[in-house]
């Protein structure tokens, strides 16, 4: 067996190198993604793993025997997936050893998020984690190495102001429909799906004077709650799309596997309505909107991926915090690496 | 040094011209170094050319003894005059952001313009309206109804430029600071039925001259602005309708404004002087 720690990687796809049309094949559902976690865990020679599914990344952290595992991971995967093997070639990347254990630090850290500096990946990998160790996933080597990169995050938060003059989602979404529609007090607002990031964004809105909300996802207990919440009304999703031309800021967020929402429906909307703009924030991955739909007079379409580069605007002005906090990363990452050897060691000689 | 100045309606228009440059530049310098926008500082700046061109109008209005519209120079000084008293109504009552900044460039530019073709301010005898009141709240309803589509250009300008930015997903710089495309729009549709409602009511005036007066009035003048008015007049229709809205409406009437703009011209040489009743009783030279 060769040094536990050399034969560490993560192989992914992410938002810097893959575009969301391409991300949006490899989505996952919370479920697919257990599923794949359990077989990966039972492939020959994978001893710890971990999958971590957002909305913009796919990571699959692994402790195998030799390193030469990824690429029969590279394997299983496509095949499970159902994939070409080239399409994820050309998008994916690898890290391994140190290299890795940097990159687990900088991810729950928030620097390699799409909207850097953001804290929600925190959360996300937490729950991943959290997952992957009730089920049995992760052993001694990788519970350490995600318990620290948390401690790690911590850290970077509160000694560098990463977090600070982070724009949220919701924000910019309220920004963007303050461009559009001015006052927000007469816009209806239809949330399309029960997703979290839907729901925040629905409450910034909600806090800039939007009165009337409504509420549609498939599965209607979901909505009545969730428009119950947010003092609005829960309508049935077989027949959102009759209505809606009542509505001006469309949120999508739903876990559907392909477009809700095509060219010809906004197209028969929009001519119910041709004087009103019609803004939709499409938060969902695989999207909810047909991108198409953006040629559509007087609608105005944002992706995630959109939101994000509005987001990072302000990038340049915190370049400065990112630097230093790679730096305190890098050493929490090296001194990690150390502790993690020292350990292999002392097992090894007893 | 001041005092050497003498106040003449030319000085005036020229201090105007300065002024309305000088907010538009520094409009431009503002936005160009993403300070915060100068709202007030522009409204005063605009507040002050406005009240030295009605100095100017006043003082040449005096010296001919009938509203200044005798000549393109005195056009372009009361049509950029009249876009700034349409600021002063629209900009503080429904505060559309940057309305300030591209007002001031516009009525530089006219108001500016207008000095660098010196052929323009060409003498005419005074009285040119003939004395008759009506003729002259007619050419005086008309230049006002330019003012109100010149500043409805400017709108559908702004509104162009806020939809290409949200289209396009830009998000800082200009963007920011304009109004949003359903004020414009909103602003737009109002304009454009004030604006049809001042032209008819000019041109209803002009047809009581004309009914009594057929061989003063040049044939091209009338074709080009009973043209402009049924042009302005279709897209209102078509508006109401909902026929023609957001972007075309407002490439529409950024096309008829520049197209108002190109008549001004030829319909200004065409225009012979009107005799006052005195010259009409004088007999022909041989």
């Known amino acids: 067996m060769s040094d536990v720690l050399e034969s560490f990687f993560v192989l992914g796809i992410s938002h810097h190198s893959t575009p969301l049309a391409v991300r949006e094949r490899f989505a996952l559902s919370a479920a697919q993604t257990q599923e794949l976690q359990k077989q990966v865990s039972q492939q020959v020679g994978i001893r710890e793993c971990l999958i971590l599914n957002t909305c913009n990344r796919l990571e699959i952290y692994a402790l195998a025997d030799s390193v030469g595992h990824m690429e029969a991971l590279r394997k299983f995967f496509c095949q499970k997936q159902r994939l070409p093997a080239e399409l994820f070639r050309q998008y994916a990347y690898s890290h391994k050893n140190l290299e890795a254990l940097q990159h687990v630090l900088e991810v729950?850290?928030?620097?390699?998020?799409?909207?850097?500096?953001?804290?929600?990946i925190l959360g996300q990998l937490k729950q991943a984690y959290q997952h992957a160790r009730e089920t049995e996933c992760t052993g001694n080597v990788l519970n350490r190495l995600f318990e620290k990169s948390f401690q790690a995050a911590k850290v970077v938060r509160s000694q560098t102001a990463i977090t600070r003059g982070q724009v949220s989602i919701g924000n910019i979404a309220v920004d963007l429909a303050c461009r559009i529609f001015g006052k927000l007090d007469r816009s209806r607002v239809l949330l399309l799906g029960s997703g979290e990031v839907g729901e925040k964004t629905a409450q910034a809105l909600l806090s800039r004077g939007v009165h009337d909300i409504a509420v549609s996802s498939r599965t209607f207990e979901n909505a009545h709650k969730l428009a119950h919440a947010l003092g609005g009304a829960a309508i049935d999703f077989a027949d959102f799309t009759e209505q809606l031309e009542h509505f001006d800021i469309l949120i999508c967020s739903t876990a559907a596997p392909g477009p809700l929402l095509s060219r010809e429906v906004l197209a028969r909307t929009m001519k119910q309505r041709p004087e009103r703009p019609c803004f939709i924030i499409d938060l969902a991955l695989p999207r909810d909107v047909d991108p198409s739909v953006e040629t559509v007079e007087n609608v105005y379409l944002y992706n995630l991926d959109d939101l994000s580069s509005i987001a990072n605007e302000n990038l340049e002005a915190r370049k400065g915090e990112i630097d230093t906090a790679r730096t305190i990363l890098k050493k929490h990452a090296w001194q990690l690496w150390l502790q993690l050897r020292r350990r292999d060691l002392m097992r090894r000689s007893s | 040094?001041?005092?050497?100045?003498?106040?003449?309606?030319?000085?005036?228009?020229?201090?105007?011209?300065?002024?309305?440059?000088?907010?538009?530049?520094?409009?431009?310098?503002?936005?160009?170094?993403?300070?915060?926008?100068?709202?007030?500082?522009?409204?005063?700046?605009?507040?002050?050319?406005?009240?030295?061109?009605?100095?100017?109008?006043?003082?040449?209005?005096?010296?001919?003894?009938?509203?200044?519209?005798?000549?393109?120079?005195?056009?372009?000084?009361?049509?950029?005059?009249?876009?700034?008293?349409l600021f002063f109504i629209i900009g503080p009552a429904f505060r559309l952001r940057l309305l300030?900044?591209?007002?001031?460039?516009?009525a530089a530019l006219l108001a500016g313009g207008s000095f660098t073709v010196p052929g323009w301010d060409r003498p005419y005898p005074p009285g040119i309206f003939g004395g008759n009141p009506w003729i002259e709240l007619h050419a005086s309803l008309a230049i006002f109804s330019y003012g109100v589509f010149a500043i409805l250009a400017l709108i559908s300008g702004m509104f162009l430029i806020q939809q290409h930015g949200l289209k396009k997903k830009q998000f800082k710089g200009l963007y920011q600071y304009l109004p949003s495309v359903q004020q414009l729009d909103l602003m737009a549709r109002r304009l454009l039925i004030t604006g049809v409602l001042v032209l008819s009511a000019s041109l209803i005036f002009g047809a009581v001259f004309w009914l009594n007066n057929h061989e003063l009035v040049p044939i091209f003048k009338l074709?080009?602005?009973?043209?402009?008015?049924?042009?302005?007049?279709?897209?209102?229709?078509?508006?109401?309708?909902?026929?023609?809205?957001?972007?075309?409406?407002?490439?529409?009437?950024?096309?008829?404004?520049?197209?108002?703009?190109?008549?001004?011209?030829?319909?200004?040489?065409?225009?012979e002087p009107v005799a006052t009743p005195a010259e009409r009783s004088l007999p022909t030279q041989p």
Not at chain 2, 100 to 106: N, P
């Open chain 2, 100 to 106: 300030g900044f591209f007002t001031a460039g516009l």
């Open chain 2, 1 to 85: 040094m001041l005092q050497q100045i003498a106040m003449t309606d030319q000085n005036a228009f020229a201090i105007a011209a300065a002024i309305y440059g000088s907010s538009f530049l520094m409009g431009v310098i503002t936005l160009l170094l993403r300070r915060a926008y100068p709202r007030a500082l522009m409204f005063a700046l605009l507040c002050g050319g406005f009240l030295i061109q009605t100095l100017g109008l006043n003082l040449r209005g005096a010296a001919i003894k009938a509203c200044p519209l005798g000549n393109p120079f005195e056009i372009a000084q009361f049509l950029a005059w009249s876009l700034v008293l």
């Open chain 1, 108 to 120: 729950s850290a928030g620097l390699d998020s799409q909207m850097v500096g953001e804290t929600e």
């Open chain 2, 223 to 271: 074709t080009a602005t009973c043209l402009l008015w049924f042009g302005y007049l279709l897209v209102l229709i078509l508006r109401l309708q909902k026929k023609l809205v957001t972007r075309r409406h407002a490439i529409a009437t950024i096309t008829l404004f520049l197209f108002a703009m190109a008549s001004l011209w030829p319909v200004e040489s065409a225009r």
